[in-house]
């Protein structure tokens, strides 16, 4: 099946359909009296400079500062607020209101009005164009400049919408990045290269379909576009329904687990390659050793794998010489030079008194669970570095049992598979109350690492009131090493009671961020408690575990804090393009959200 023009036909219909676009900003509430009943009219001040009115309905989701809903009546005169509007025939009605601690920025989507000198109308509003601070973008991902932006707007015959966040200063709504939105449908594929002549591409999306995608010096490549590579597609439905290449990166065919070797003399392995997806054709894969001496593929003989249609791994066997020294296997697609892939062999004489790798060590993951009484639960233990040298059996042992111990169900033992980091099984709970402890131990010969699995049962009880739950404030953060800031640990309703939330590390070094407690205590009516998170010294990242009493719902949050050196203007924009290009699956239909880059016939 060639060019399946009637699956796109129906996106582009689709497609079609048009809703208003709602805009979000922030402003300060000047009067607002719900007493009489919704909908109610809300008069904001947007920092003193504009004034709007929106309407208030019983559709309109109301939000404190945490992101929980509210009473309408909580709302009052001089509160900040973010509001979420949609213009209708009947003027702007608020979709969501949410009180703020300071005033937000400003964001809209529209049509482009007019466009005189440096002041954009978008919807009513006027936005200033700022030298210095304005970064304006086209329907491709491109930065423009001014004069660029103008030209599109005036030879537009249909018109430019935009997506537009700005800042409020002195009551002027200065724009910081305006989005020229694309009036195509954007759309994301995958498949495997069959043919690509520069300007046409055939791509196999897989179950007999091969699409034709047109590439002009526009579309920007990442990598060797050839037959065989497997690529990630970016671009567009036009206006003759055939589909346009914005972007086209070539991805990782395969992975090699390992693709490290550390063996010692005559010692063999076995690698196992893993395709990124299931392919309808065989994969020949060349394994050509650079210095058999030291280490060399033994199986298959002669050095060439075959994965079959339909499969998604396969294995090779390499064996150590008995020369010491590092060499490398190459893996490469046979006919695709670029789907390539390299796995790194060390060899050594084993030194006496070595019997094995000591240096594996074992780690539960999560290391708690509050499991459901009478259910069940899968858990999962892993290595935390590497992967098992061999089939790697872990005895499993019950400590601190409160309950009877034939009231819980496990294995004695579960095996890592060779060439595995991890194995998965569940616990069956035949009670509905206890706690204790598993404990994973690694064979003497592996080092003898162990780690503890806690836990807990959350006993039944149909009266009980509504459980506790957690939500970290923000969620993640992104620090320089030696900063530091505060969060919030936030809880979805007033403490009952007085109590204890404990925090640990639950991923990561703790030296890379400290919080100034590991316990937060919340006293009866509480709702947020304020936590200083301080880097160290080192870039790295680390994951805090908040974890509630078990006998209010036991409820975990995660922290997710990342420290990273600052880096210069240039790498900050670097970066913002690539958060851009991860956002692209997220962006709406109506969005272009590819960046600028290397064009085809202008260097890869």
């Known amino acids: 099946m060639r060019n399946p023009t009637i699956l796109l036909t129906v996106v582009w219909l689709l497609a079609s359909i048009t809703f208003a676009a709602p805009i979000e900003f922030g ?28 309407k208030v309905t019983n559709f309109t989701e109301v939000k404190n500062e945490q992101g929980f809903p509210v009473l309408d009546t909580d709302v009052k005169p001089g509160d900040q607020v973010e509001i979420e509007a949609i213009l209708t025939s009947e003027g702007w009605v608020a979709l969501e209101v949410q009180i703020q601690d300071e005033e937000s920025e400003f964001e809209l989507k529209g049509p482009v009005e007019s ?26 991902g491109r930065w423009v400049d001014l004069a660029s932006f103008q030209q599109m707007v005036d030879e537009s015959s249909s018109g430019l919408t935009v997506k537009v ?34 300007s046409t591409l055939e791509l196999n999306l897989g179950d007999g379909v091969v699409l034709t995608v047109v590439v002009t010096t526009e579309t920007e490549m990442r990598g060797e576009v050839t037959p065989g590579a497997l690529v990630q597609l970016k671009g567009f439905i036009n206006s003759d329904l055939v589909v346009e290449a914005l972007r086209i990166r070539v991805r990782k065919l395969f992975e090699l687990v390992p693709d490290e070797l550390h063996l010692q003399f005559s010692e063999s392995r076995d690698v196992l390659v893993v395709l990124a997806q299931e392919l309808d054709f065989d994969l020949v ?31 090779f066997q390499v064996q150590a010489g008995d020369i010491e020294g590092k060499t490398v296997i190459r893996v490469t697609q046979e006919g695709a030079e670029a789907n390539s892939r390299v796995l ?9 008194g070595e019997e094995g790798d000591h240096e594996l060590e074992v780690k539960w993951t999560p290391g708690v669970i509050h499991a459901a009484p009478n259910g069940s639960v899968e858990v999962r233990l892993m290595l935390k570095h590497g992967v098992a040298p061999a089939d790697l059996e872990i005895p499993l042992q019950l400590l601190d049992w409160t309950e009877d111990p ?22 069956e709970f035949l009670t509905d109350s206890g706690s204790g402890r598993i404990r994973a131990t690694l064979p003497e010969i592996a080092g003898g690492d162990s780690d503890d699995l806690e836990i807990g049962l959350v006993p039944s009880d149909p009266e009980a009131k509504e459980r506790i739950k957690l939500q970290w404030s923000p969620s993640e953060l992104k620090l320089a090493p030696g900063d530091n800031t505060s969060v919030q640990l936030v809880l979805h309703r007033p403490a009952p009671d007085p109590f204890d939330v404990t925090i640990s590390v639950l991923e ?86 590819d960046d600028g880059g290397k064009k085809n016939g202008k260097g890869n």
């Open 27 to 54: 402003a300060e509430v000047l009067e607002w009296d719900p007493s009489g009943g919704l909908p109610a009219s809300m008069k904001l001040s947007i920092s003193g400079g504009y004034e709007i009115s929106v």
């Open 115 to 140: 466009l005189v000198g440096n002041t954009l109308m978008v919807n009513g509003f006027a936005l200033e164009i700022v030298t210095g601070i304005t970064r304006i973008r086209d329907q491709f």
């Open 165 to 198: 966040e700005a800042l409020i200063d002195n009551g002027a709504i200065i724009a910081k990045t305006i989005k020229v939105l694309s009036r195509f449908v954007s759309i994301s594929l995958e498949g495997t290269v069959e043919s690509f002549d520069g």
């Open 285 to 315: 894969l060349n394994l050509d050793a650079e210095d058999p001496t030291i280490a060399e593929v033994t199986s298959p003989a002669p050095p060439i794998l075959t994965i079959p249609a339909g499969d998604t791994s396969g294995g």
């Open 344 to 352: 790194k062999v060390e060899v050594e004489e084993a030194k006496e």
């Open 406 to 427: 034939s009231a819980i169900s496990f294995p004695g033992s579960v095996v890592i598979p060779e060439g595995s980091r991890e194995v998965r099984f569940r616990i």
């Open 508 to 593: 990561g070094i703790a030296s890379t961020a400290s919080l100034s407690s590991m316990t937060v205590s919340f006293p009866a009516g509480v709702t947020v408690a304020s936590i200083l998170v301080t880097a160290g010294a080192e870039e790295g990242r680390v994951v805090f575990q908040a974890l509630a009493p078990q006998e209010l719902g036991g409820a975990q949050a995660r922290l997710k804090v990342k420290v990273e050196a600052e880096k210069s203007k240039k790498d900050d924009e670097e970066d913002d393009l690539e958060d851009d290009e991860e956002e692209d699956d997220e962006e709406e239909d109506d969005e272009s959200g």
